[in-house]
């Protein structure tokens, strides 16, 4: 693709708007922002667009999405016939996040789709939800999760309400392929489809059937009813779309001791009260932390903007702000709903996380007699195979997490559930708080009782068409190495999932096992420009000593990267 061609193409057509003109204009000098903005068309990855708002062909605008909407409506009518297709699309704070919901739909509606919009924002799990509830053929949710506020991104979702899948994505990005001229993308006002009823606005009954749906998952009423009222909550959406379902939930479950970060609350495109909106980055909880220190909250609890992912800070026994990290939620939750089945777990149940998920939820499962099941990173992995438990009643499934915040429990959504996950939080803090520990506690009773297993995320932001190239180059380098000669003396295996193993699809991600078992994995972020490493120990004789190995393996593989 010439990069000098497109961007004339773009700025002498009539089809592009002033605005995007004049954006364009202003980096008429800059000939490094024109190639990065024009050297490819956005890619349409697994999960759907996910870039940089601006103009462009590698940008997220309205073009973009619209050609992207285009590939996808040619996949619906090739796969599911030309007729009585709909599709739901929810949107959050993001800036332009209505405005592409609307294209999206006009798209849809000019290829002969009914579309379904909410009035407002709302929550990824709902779209996943409504999908279902709605029997559409697909959904879109126009987020780009926790990124900073400069991206947006389009997520597609299949009848299921689950991520698409692989071979779905492929027939997809086949068909937007192919589409080569922006410009033959014609569309109507949004007033004549409404007209035309090819998009219709939702009320409010698909909220109150995922708010009942997310109720009926509450793991022990008895503990809910006693000690709901107890709990001193605090809660961030981030300025996203948490407030609406998550202050309902708690609230109609008897938490009513919920306190909000009002500032927080504002829909803003900015984020302006925290650098990123990612509720992995302690710094988005200093808000939240002094409302705390107000009202002496057990627990603070963030959410990303679309709502899938959540934070947790809690107090240790001095009083001190202790954050939970994506590993420790899951396998606590894995803990307490295991324990709280008194018995009656289904002898074919598990518990699906992915292979960079830390070990200690299998190990609670294992224990109780549960089955666990590894995916690749993305949640759509773990949508499948519910789905697939739906079909065959092979498995019952108990809940499904990943070290990256999202958690599922119950089959209501197919996507991660931030909503059923402050719930179930809420849930065991107040188990927590009726036998007088703080959930911090409950942690390290967790590693007396089940094993000490540490565990770290290390990502590397490494921007543009370079980035993309440096980490080409660090898994290549650590592919071809050979591991002694990198200082991995204690070897067992190394895994190559590149070449589709252990059931898996084909990833590009590489995992080292180490003799002991500790290991640590590395691979591309597919959402943001990021190499991710994730690192597992294990001990059998304290924390401090799991810690020791895993920063032995840290500081071993950092020393590597830098030198590469
Ligand atoms: O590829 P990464 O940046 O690690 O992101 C991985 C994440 O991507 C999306 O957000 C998916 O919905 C998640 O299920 C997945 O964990």
Redesign the pocket.
Known sequence: MCYKKEYSKWLLSEYFDSETKEELISIKDDENEIEERFYKNLEFGT?GLRGKIGAGTNRVNKYTIRRATAGLCEYIKKSFGKENNRIVIAHDNRYKSREFCIETAKVMAENGIKSYIFDDLRSTPELSFAVRYLKCTMGVVITA??NPKEYNGY?VYDSNGG?ICIEVADNIIAEINSIKDYSAIKVKSYDEYLKLNMIEVLDNSVDDAFIDAVKEQIVNEDIVCKYAKDLKIVYTPIHGTGLMPISRVLNECGFKNLSIVEEQTIHDPMFSTVKYPNPEEISVFDMAKKLSDKVGADIIMGTDPDC??VGLIVKNKKGEYKVLNGNQIGSLMVRYILENMNGNIPSNSVIIK?IVTSELGAEIASKYGVETINTL????F?GEKINEFEKTNEKHFIMGY???Y?YLIGTHAR??DRVVSALIICEIAAYCKSKGISIYEYMYDTYEKYGYYSDKLKSIVIEGKKGVEKISEIMTYLRNSDPNEIGFNDLLEIKDYKNGIDGLPKSNVLKFIMKDKSWLAI??????P?I?IYFGAKSDDSIEDSDRKLNSMYENIMNIIESI
Do not use: A, M
């Open positions: 999960g999760s926790h997520k991520q899938d992912r992915t990173t993305g949640f759509k773990i990943e070290d990256s999202g996507d991660k691979r591309p972020s597919g959402t943001e990021k991710k």
